[in-house]
């Protein structure tokens, strides 16, 4: 599919303009509906829609040391005598599918491979938290806060991202899930964000004659009382009511999607589910438990194969159906407090390190490749001559999102005391603009021309503007395999 | 309507000049309505008063406030009832005994339990944890149990646990709850469960596991960012090698705690600048139990949870600092920390707490006098669905911080809350029971059910928006319907949801 095709997007420009007018009550207002509404909200960066972000954390600090493999460093495999994925070109039944000639997913990851192939995964490594704490419980507090010089905080960065930004769609009173029992630090904070294990359950219980009454009697109760019961209360009651619309038991995903039968994949077909309803969800939290492997680590067929198994084929049925058809524009970000030494320990496993690897996910995410500035496994390059070193913040990845993706600028509130190096995770979404004038039209071939022939011309010519916006086909390169899509987009096919 | 959402509605802009303006009075909203997550903070306010010190004594120390706990500190006193508490082996408890006799397994050994279906032996400790929350006099022992159940928290379902955990319980948790705090922690340290759980089993000579160190040190003593490094974690791993259980397979193993003297570094070692020198074998982990059971920073980290589970979840440093120096006067003696916990600062100034799940389950059970019908030779119950689906079934959390007690890792749910009220009320949890005439005491008017309630489950105190719900619905006539209607409701009330 082609990375310029804008999932859902008309969709959500009817919507827009559908509340546009709901709040305005005047339909005469359709006639000369202004062509800016559906960006009203939008940073610049943007292309019409927002993506619905999907936060995953792996709560016990994952191996990324399996599930993007180094193996074209050969201190890993000095490091890992028996815990390492071998090179592609090993022969064994357990070597990695090579990414770019120098990472690599383990075999059993290969559901991924399509997403990776059609540039919408992303791993970014050596990266993660620059805390040095080797606690899981300080570490997960750190991050999901992403407020570090606070220690007062108590709210997490995606709960800021949502009260900072509109809703969608507004009056919609789930904004937010957590298909947890809790709300996750993360999402602490959001506006109309409420814990629900189970949609296709949330509903209230007792004698079936007198759930309303018995419902109507809770809000009495309920309005009366102070924060957080009473906010929580009315949530629930409209999230009711909203899931009671939406048949999340015969969803039939798209695109031959096959979610996996385990907690995570049944978390993520509900998601799924909720997202294409086009109740106007915003954020969905996931955690998967478990990742904490000081012993007997398996990553060939144990525990951590398994658990990557599950994650990888979780996260490719979710691409695959969101992707499929009429689609919706989606992000999914994977991290895990820190990452796991080095060196594995002798009980078959590995204690706790420090870097780690973020996987990315989204049909506008410039994915197909490791992003890294690698820092080496050497003992002497390592942290504390222990652990992967940190040589990109988890926050650069995290902000670019929220500002590319999520429509939302306010980074210095999202992120306080931080300021991220955008590191381009998120596609241009200014593809073929090249006199930045947001739009693709006839106006824009001289620029095109400039930029594939001079591009420090270009840059003279035009100040602000991305030659990479001429790099039609994500490659990385301007040259003449862009001329045939930047000519289609002109034409409009 | 909350400030955020109105914000959110608010934005329906229709001129870029408007949009301009909007923006700066959305800022001025967030920072109001971020500023107004005081939602989130401590110091929340429920909705009716408390009306005295004994009452939250009441509160405090027990599974949920009833008639007899306030009759009984208004006849002790507040200092003798507090007495009466902390002294449980003191207080009569033979009808929860007979009670929990059925549950056979929680007297068996290690050895015996490993040759037994676990599943029956897990809901036998789960179970009698319930009923024992509900029906023990020994409240606040039953209360402490479960702070250091969540403290030393196991996962019930990792290792060897699943056969294990009634050793654990019995012979770590409950034989030291009331004990001093240093015997606790060296009790947990010398567990076959423990070893297990944080691996420390697999740690040798040459390769420690630094996982069990760690937490032992974060978790369990002195806490995170007390001052020891991730060196001291190191030197530690290296001190407890050669600590772990018997077991193997094809042999006879007792399942036991083991200390394996060809598995442990005797190398030299520096623990928090103490030279632990070489050769010291089973002892230099004893060694290092010592040194953190004395040390001021577990004295500091233990007393702070403490305050914040039994006093209010911000508790004043000057109440914090009391508790330390108790602990540190009487080597951790853990009724005295609790004593000094009580009878230091005013008990108005205490904030409110928040029923976790758990607390809540068990107090609405407490308040109706309900019926459990024990099932020990069974593998789960309805009444442990219930458990299950609010995400708080005791020793179910994996990582080993245990489950949290923080107002917003609960207060979202509560729809959890209503529906186990709710299916409480309506007798769908078959072997949970409330028998409702007997609770009535003979009520029959609309005024006098609705008067009943409040006193059984609020003892008087339920605020009048709630009671007049509870009245409504109850209707000038009431019947079995609107009364159960009525009750699950009176449960559900905010109000009954903090202590």
Known sequence: MSKSECHGCSEYLELSR?????????????????????????????????????????????????????????????????????????????????????FGMPPYMSPLMPAYANGDLLFVHACGST?????????????????????????????????????????????????????????????????????????????????????????????????????????????????????????????????????FGTSLKASAALIKSDIGVEAI???????????????????????LTDLAAGLAAFHA???????????????????????????????????????????????????????????????????????????????????????NGNLGLIFPNFTPTFRGVTESCSKGDLNCDGGVTPDDVPGFATALMDEAAYRGANPGCDPLNADINGDGAIDGRDIQGFTQQILGE | MSLLKRLAQQVG????????????????????????????????????PRPSANRFLVDRLTFGWTEAEQLLADTLGYHGYLEYHLNPAAINDADCDARVAVYNRLNWSSNGLYDSLPQITMNQVIESTIVRAVYSKRQLFERVVEFWTDHFNIEMMKSFNQWLFPVWMRDVIRMHAMGTFPQLLAASAQSATMMFYLDND???????????????????????????????????????????????????????????????????????????????????????????????????????????????????????????????????DIKAMLRTLFTTLDPDTAGNKLKRPFHFFVSAMRATKTEIAANPTGTGSPLRDQFKAAGHEPFQWGPPDG????????????????????????????????????FLQGATTQQQIADRMDQAIFGGTMPTEEKAVILNTLGASPNNRTIQDALGLALSAPSYQWY
């Open chain 2, 202 to 332: 697999t740690s040798v000579v040459g390769h420690p596991n630094e996982n069990y160190a760690r937490e032992l040190m974060e978790l369990h003593s002195m806490g995170v960012g007390s001052g020891y490094s991730q060196q001291d974690v190191e030197e530690v791993a290296r001190c407890l090698t050669g600590w772990g259980a018997h077991h193997g397979f094809g042999e006879a193993s007792t399942f036991e705690f083991e200390y394996e003297p060809n598995k442990h570094d005797n190398g030299p070692k520096v623990v928090l600048g103490t030279n632990i020198p070489a050769g010291g074998g089973f002892n230099d982990g004893l060694t290092v139990l010592s040194i953190l059971g004395a040390h001021p920073a577990t004295a500091a980290f233990i007393s702070r949870k403490m305050c914040q589970r039994f006093w209010s979840y911000d508790p004043p440093q000057a109440l914090v600092d009391a508790v330390t120096n108790t602990y540190l006067a009487t080597n951790g």
């Open chain 1, 321 to 407: 159906d969101l992707s499929a058809g009429n689609g919706r524009n989606f992000v999914v970000v994977v991290m895990s407090e820190f990452g796991r030494r080095v060196a594995e320990n002798g009980s078959d496993g590995t204690d706790h390190g420090h870097g780690n690897a973020m996987i990315v996910l989204g049909n506008r995410i410039a994915g197909g490749r490791v992003l890294t500035q690698w820092p080496g496994l050497q003992p002497e390059q390592r942290f504390e001559g222990r652990d992967l070193a940190i040589t990109i913040d988890y926050r650069d990845v995290l902000a670019e999102i929220v500002q590319n993706r999520l429509a």
């Open chain 1, 285 to 307: 939290g996931i955690d998967i438990e478990g990742w904490d492997h000081h012993i007997d680590m398996g990553p060939f067929d144990g525990i951590l194969a398994q658990k």
């Open chain 2, 13 to 48: 802009l229709r001129d870029e000049a408007r949009a301009a303006e909007a923006v700066l009075s959305r800022r001025k909203l967030l920072f109001g309505g971020l500023s107004s997550l005081a939602a989130l903070s401590p110091s929340v306010a429920r909705a009716a």
């Open chain 1, 131 to 263: 805390d040095t704490s080797r606690s899981h419980f300080d570490a997960m507090k750190l991050m999901e806060f992403a407020d570090p010089t606070n220690p007062g905080a108590v709210t997490g960065w995606l709960g800021r991202h949502l009260a900072s930004t509109m809703a969608v769609v507004p009056g919609n009173p789930l904004r937010a899930v957590a298909t947890e029992f809790g709300l996750m630090r993360t999402l602490v904070g959001a506006p109309d964000a409420l814990p629900i294990p189970r949609f296709e359950t949330f509903n209230l219980l007792g004698y079936p004659g007198t759930v309303a009454a018995r419902r109507q009697a809770l809000t009495s109760m309920y309005n009366a009382t102070p924060d957080p019961l009473r906010t929580a209360a009315q949530t629930t009651q409209a999230v009711i009511d909203l899931l009671a619309t939406i048949d999340f038991i015969g969803y039939q995903p798209a695109g031959s999607a096959v979610y996996p039968v385990s907690p």
């Open chain 2, 403 to 438: 489950y949290p007690d923080r107002v917003d890792a609960w207060a979202d749910a509560v729809l959890a809350r209503w529906n186990f009220a709710a299916s409480l009320t309506n007798h769908n949890i078959s072997n949970a029971l409330i028998n409702i005439p007997a």
């Open chain 1, 18 to 102: 559908r509340q546009f007018l709901g709040v305005s009550g005047a339909g005469v207002v359709a006639a000369s509906l202004p062509a800016w509404l559906p960006r009203v909200a939008l940073a610049g960066e943007f292309c019409s829609s927002r993506d619905v972000i999907v936060s995953i954390f792996l709560r016990g600090a994952a191996d990324a040391m399996t599930f993007c493999a180094p193996f074209g460093d050969d201190a890993y495999y000095d490091a890992r005598p028996t815990l390492s994925i071998p090179r592609p070109d090993s022969g064994h039944p357990m070597a990695a599918l090579d990414l770019d000639g120098f």
